[in-house]
T-cell receptor
Framework: AQTVTQSQPEMSVQEAETVTLSCTYD???????LFWYKQPPSRQMILVIR??????QNATENRFSVNFQKAAKSFSLKISDSQLGDAAMYFC???????????????FGTGTLLAVQP | DVKVTQSSRYLVKRTGEKVFLECVQD?????MFWYRQDPGLGLRLIYF???????EKGDIPEGYSVSREKKERFSLILESASTNQTSMYLC????????????????FGQGTRLTVV
């Protein structure tokens, strides 16, 4: 069974600085998707960034980028130029790329609570 | 704009009551999910459905059941609510096929915070 581990329950960063959130996962599959979701105090989960395992190039979305190390099963999120609005709970998630049924589910880590200091 | 709507943001129920949490999506998604979120435990899958009337147990199905009579609606049922079911409940939906990375995303409702007293 696949598992996702986030070892940092809480992180803090100064406004305008850069922070990296860690995520490791375990799977025997070769094809899958990885995600970072953000959950602000409003509780609405928002997709931040996704990575396809078959792509070697790291995904980037504006100030958010990932460091995907497939062999090490590591998927960290880097937030550059941190803003007050980045304060939230961040979840790493895994989804199999195999078709259908139980493989469609998202498997989540336990989350990292990010505080942004002004 | 895509939307997953949960019927209540906050709910308070008494021990032993039968509780219904409703979720509706307007994106014609095949997959729908119910997760439970607790501090330090992340999101844990209770049940999911990949088609109308089809369901599968997730990681923590005990004490819960689900119903999916229409594609857009997925209901979570607590047959006899207990205090250890006090939690945040999140509904999500996603497409079934894999037509590219943009189709793999799951969309979430705003969550229902359930308190059982």
């Amino acid at each position: 069974a696949q598992t996702v581990t986030q070892s940092q329950p809480e992180m803090s960063v100064q406004e305008a600085e850069t922070v990296t959130l860690s995520c490791t996962y375990d799977t025997s599959e070769s094809d899958y998707y990885l995600f970072w979701y953000k959950q602000p105090p409003s509780r609405q989960m928002i997709l931040v960034i996704r990575q396809e395992a078959y792509k070697q190039q790291n995904a980037t979305e504006n100030r958010f980028s990932v460091n995907f190390q497939k062999a090490a099963k590591s998927f960290s999120l880097k937030i550059s130029d941190s803003q007050l609005g980045d304060a939230a709970m961040y979840f790493c998630a895994y989804r199999s790329a195999n078709y259908g049924g139980a493989t469609n589910k998202l498997i989540f880590g336990t989350g990292t609570l990010l505080a942004v200091q002004p | 704009d895509v939307k997953v709507t949960q019927s209540s943001r906050y709910l308070v129920k008494r021990t032993g009551e039968k509780v219904f949490l409703e979720c509706v999506q307007d994106m014609d998604h095949e997959n729908m999910f119910w997760y439970r979120q607790d501090p330090g435990l992340g999101l844990r899958l209770i049940y999911f459905s990949y088609d109308v009337k089809m369901k599968e147990k997730g990681d923590i199905p005990e004490g819960y059941s689900v119903s999916r009579e229409k594609k857009e609606r997925f209901s979570l049922i607590l047959e006899s609510a207990s205090t250890n079911q006090t939690s945040m409940y999140l509904c999500a939906s996603s497409l079934k096929e894999f037509g590219g990375a943009s189709r793999t995303e799951a969309f979430f409702g705003q969550g229902t915070r359930l308190t059982v007293v």
